[in-house]
């Protein structure tokens, strides 16, 4: 008989993205189970809402 813990409140994982607007790439605390992140670009300084791959957007 195998034990899952639940995911601790507040945990995230990194993951690499790449800017929409200016391509950079750049690695993002993400919150586990959430589908889409609100993302601020510190090289162009757009804001964008990324979708997390496979969350069916």
């Known amino acids: 008989m195998s ?3 639940p995911t601790p409140t507040g945990a995230t ?4 993205i790449s800017c929409p607007g200016c391509g950079r790439s ?20 757009k804001e964008h809402t990324l ?3 496979g969350s069916g957007h």
């Open 3 to 5: 034990h899952s813990s």
């Open 13 to 16: 994982e990194r993951v690499r």
């Open 26 to 45: 750049d690695h993002v605390d993400w919150p586990t189970g959430q589908a889409d992140l609100l993302y601020r670009c510190f090289n162009c300084h």
């Open 51 to 53: 979708h997390r791959r």
